[in-house]
């Protein structure tokens, strides 16, 4: 789950990283208010979306006067800020932070990941910040500082020190990198979080360390224990298609292709999406209907599935071992009957009463296309989607 900057830099900010005044606005007016506070410009005024690239999108803007925050934020309020990272579909602008404006002498990138090789937090760094990590990583790949962090003895001063140095650090700079690194690292670790950033982490005109941006994502499942951390929760900034399955129990991940796909279970899923691929086709999403469905939740499956203009066909792929083929079929049919269904369907069912799966898909007179084995499914699927 991932959380705004404000957010992020409020709990960092606890921790110990050293992050610029400021206060967050729902209104334009708000962002006079918040700007009055500060009272002496010039003012940043970003727009408080979970994405990064704001900056060039249009959504973070260095403000000199009171009237040109609140001119800049009008603009801001209710529009759709799309980023390099959100694509085509933007993510809608209900929150702006502002903060006293910094004066930049240098910017540095500093990332805490979760590196599932060494199964260990790693640490990302850079001379060069300000730019995207990926954009980094393809254009200067050498200026990246990676760092392991045995989680036996946690992240120890010489390490913290060694960084600091390998980023051309110096003087009272040294302590304050120390001082971010392990207030990072805490965060990180007591908070169960995936993954923090920090983009810009600049040094000032004064020559102090300070976090200009920040990015905390959290642990899905871990957030059962941590409710402070639930409540920063904003589903306005979720894929509304991801946000409607999971309120339904499903588990689905929405993609940019046009084959909706209803399988069972993670791997079948992972196999099917290649499949797809391999025969010249693109999934619209992954959506896991578990074990032992009912024909309503099947149902339910193909409405979420179907709130994807994109979804050009269904192909529904189950091998059941303690689902049931008649109640997918018997699911199948109560989704044509209840959902109007204009596309056409691919299913294949195999597995715990297959034979009484595909006579309840014979008897229905439907228009079910039905395949034998995943490969032939996968096949039938790309031949005969609609393609608008
Ligand atoms: P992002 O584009 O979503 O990552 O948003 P950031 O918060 O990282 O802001 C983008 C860029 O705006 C930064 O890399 C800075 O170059 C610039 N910026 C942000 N805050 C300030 C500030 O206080 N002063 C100045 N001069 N530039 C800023
Ligand atoms: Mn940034």
Known sequence: MDIHEYQAKEILGRFGVPTPCGGLAWSPEQVAYQVRQIKEGPFVVKAQVHSGGRGEAGGVKVCKTDEEAHLYAKNLFGMELRTKQTGARGKDVYRVWVEEATDIAKEMYLGFVLDRKSERIMIVASKEGGVEIEQL?????????????????GLVDYQARELAFALGLSGPQIG?????????????????????????????????????????????????????????????????????????????????????????????????????????????????????????????????????????????????????CDWIAEGIVQAYEQLDLKIPVVARLSGTNENEGRNILRMSGLEIKTAETLAEAAELAVAVRTIA
């Open 137 to 153: 990583a393809e254009e200067q790949p050498d200026t990246l500082i990676r760092m392991v962090i045995d989680p036996a003895v």
């Open 176 to 324: 304050q990198m120390i001082t971010v690194l392990k207030a990072c690292h805490s965060a990180y670790s007591e908070l169960d979080a995936t993954m923090v950033e920090i983009n810009p982490l600049v040094i000032t005109g004064a020559g102090d360390l300070l976090a200009l941006d920040a990015k905390m994502s959290f642990d899905k499942n871990a957030l059962y224990r941590r409710p402070e951390i639930l409540a920063l929760r904003d589903s306005s900034q979720e894929d509304p298609r991801e946000a409607v399955a999971s309120d339904n129990g499903l588990a689905y991940v929405g993609l940019n292709g046009d084959i909706g796909c209803i399988i069972n279970g993670a791997g079948l899923a992972m196999a099917t999406m290649d499949m797809i691929k391999l025969s010249g086709g693109e999934p619209a999403n992954f959506l896991d209907i578990g074990g032992g469905a009912s024909p309503d939740r099947v149902c339910q499956a193909f409405r979420t599935v179907l709130s994807d203009q994109n979804v050009s066909v269904i192909l529904v792929n189950i091998f059941a071992g303690i689902n049931r």
